[in-house]
């Protein structure tokens, strides 16, 4: 595979052929793929059950970490099967999940003044 087409004195330098004029994406690409904004993720109850399940036994794994390291943990328990989607969708909600919780200690913290106005 040639990434250096255009150095080498190849490819499309007049425009001509694909339109790929100054390594710009072709327009009929652009009208089939979809832009991310308009992807939108579901997840089914059942993975939605599985995922708050499994985030309480987290929360209680951690309290027990704090407040009462001497008591044994319960093993891990096996991680589901996920589809490479609904794994890609459990990521993003984690990450918007995590985002959302700074959000909110943020603005706590400024409902309580412990940081400067906005």
Same mark, same amino acid.
């Given at each position: 595979?040639?990434?250096?087409?255009?150095?080498?004195?190849?490819?499309? !330098?007049?425009?001509?052929?694909?339109?790929?004029?100054?390594? *710009? /994406?072709?327009e009929?690409? @652009?009208?089939?793929?979809p832009? %991310?904004?308009?992807?939108?993720?579901?997840?089914?109850?059942?993975?939605?059950?599985?995922?708050?399940? !499994?985030?309480?036994?987290?929360r209680?794994?951690?309290?027990? *970490? /704090?407040?009462?390291?001497? @008591?044994?943990?319960?093993?891990? %328990?096996?991680?589901?099967?996920?589809?490479?989607?609904?794994?890609?969708?459990?990521?993003?909600?984690?990450?918007?999940?995590?985002?959302?919780?700074?959000?909110?200690? *943020?603005?706590?913290?400024?409902? @309580?003044?412990?940081?400067?106005a906005?």
């Amino acid at each position: 595979m040639n990434n250096y087409a255009n150095a080498n004195g190849v490819g499309n !330098r007049d425009g001509d052929g694909d339109g790929n004029q100054g390594h *710009q /994406i072709p327009e009929h690409l @652009l009208r089939v793929a979809p832009r %991310p904004r308009d992807v939108t993720f579901t997840l089914t109850g059942r993975q939605l059950e599985i995922l708050y399940v !499994r985030w309480d036994a987290a929360r209680i794994r951690v309290h027990q *970490q /704090i407040y009462n390291p001497n @008591l044994p943990f319960q093993p891990y %328990p096996l991680p589901p099967a996920w589809s490479e989607e609904a794994r890609a969708m459990m990521v993003l909600w984690i990450a918007r999940e995590r985002r959302m919780f700074e959000m909110e200690m *943020q603005e706590l913290e400024y409902l @309580l003044g412990l940081r400067g106005a906005r």
